[in-house]
């Protein structure tokens, strides 16, 4: 694949076809972020699922929907079931990766996509499968049932209260993520190794592979991670200042150590009588209250930029918590480009992030909205 003098589009040349719910539609996201066509191959008989999620406008479509599918194309299934098999030969001819989870939504279309591109021997196929072993006789799988069957959810709340949902729909990103990364396994070994990569990976494996570091800490330190609750400890959290939020990670000792050295040595002596405390004292409600008491007096006036300049030069692990009208307005992702505007299917201007990842040489080429989904009714 060679690039333009502009720069590298790493997968300019791949044709991908995708045939999923939320969990898989945000990894052709991610593919058409490198340069990939993407085309989302569509039921006209049922309203579309990745339409649905989210917060619905006033057209009923989700902002999920608006996201995940930037830069796509829509192919729409022919309503005669007869033409369906021609139709998917057709679409197939020239694709080099196609993903599909008729396991997790149980589409028809998902599964002939699947049967035919076997047949065709396209050169990657990524499946997505509700759980490893492929059964279906289970509950079926949203963002709320991903997160409690995976594990996530033993992190999330208080600990004498019910666990919560993350928001933002994580388990159908975190999914999407995985199924990126074995596409791109599939391509990398089916260009030195011939043959058709077939590649299949679950909801719930996805889920577990991604608790924060509950796994690390039960096999280095045989403990078992609980919900704590969303103030965990003093000094660890976000905390006002005269012009916006920051956040503050003085998760261990040592990062402790740092801040109240820091806050000394800028003329606050009363946080020398917090240095004593100790890891379970911090977490109690009295010393998290005290400690946002104590640091909103050493913070006054003090702009947050300064603050920040000042704690990092400590070693201190701060950084500002912006608004989301804030962080339209960073200098620094204004600079990089990392916001751009395109107009959705019905001319209406959307600001939407840039990808994840970027690099000297990869430049993200014309962009455009998601296109018009197939129905605009609600599930």
């Known amino acids: 694949m060679s690039g333009a003098a502009t720069g590298l589009r790493a997968f300019s040349d791949l044709k991908v076809l995708e045939a999923c719910g939320p969990f898989g539609a945000y990894a052709g996201k991610l593919l058409g972020d490198l340069g990939s066509t993407v085309t989302r191959l569509v039921s006209t008989s049922s309203p ?20 995940v599918n930037i830069g796509k194309q829509t192919a729409l299934a022919p309503a005669a079931e007869s033409d369906l098999h021609h139709w998917i030969d057709q679409h197939l001819v020239g694709t080099d990766l196609v993903i599909a989870d008729p396991n997790v939504t149980g589409d028809p279309l998902a599964s002939l996509l699947l049967e035919r591109a076997v047949e065709a021997q396209v050169g ?37 209260r019910e666990p919560l949902r993350l928001p933002g729909y994580q388990s159908y990103f975190i999914v999407g993520v995985h199924a990126a990364c074995a596409a791109v396994l599939g391509l990398l ?12 990976i679950s909801v719930h494996e996805a889920i577990v592979h991604t608790l924060e570091t509950a796994i690390q800490y039960y096999t280095t330190a045989g403990v078992v991670r609980q919900r704590k609750g969303g103030a965990q400890q003093a000094g660890d959290g976000t905390y006002p200042t005269s012009t916006g939020m920051v956040v503050l990670g003085a998760m261990t000792d040592i990062e402790w150590g740092r801040l109240i050295d820091w ?89 939407i992030p840039g990808p994840a990842f970027r690099s ?14 197939a129905t605009t009714e609600s599930a």
Request: a negative charge; glycine letters at 10%.
């Open 263 to 351: 806050m000394v040595g800028e003329g606050f002596e009363d946080a020398a009588d917090l240095r004593s405390w100790d890891l379970e004292e911090r977490r109690t409600s009295a010393r998290r209250q005290q400690f946002e008491a104590a640091f909103a007096e050493f913070v006054g006036d003090l702009p947050r930029e300064s603050l920040i300049k000042s704690g990092q030069a400590h070693r201190v692990l701060i950084a500002p918590a912006y608004a989301l009208s804030e962080l339209l307005q960073d200098e620094q992702l204004l600079f990089d480009g990392f916001f751009r505007r395109v107009r959705e299917w019905d001319g209406a201007p959307i600001v």
């Open 48 to 67: 579309d699922p990745v339409a649905a999620v989210g917060k619905a406008s006033k057209d009923g479509v989700g902002s999920f929907y608006r996201f």
């Open 124 to 160: 990657t196929i990524v499946e997505i499968r509700g759980y490893a072993d492929g059964r279906q006789d289970r509950a079926p799988l949203d963002d709320l049932t991903a997160q409690a069957s995976g594990g996530l959810m033993i992190l999330t709340g208080d600990p004498e």
């Open 189 to 200: 070994r089916g260009a030195s190794v011939p043959g058709q990569q077939r590649l299949r």
């Open 360 to 373: 000297t040489a990869h430049s993200l080429g014309p962009w455009s909205g998601a296109p018009a989904p």
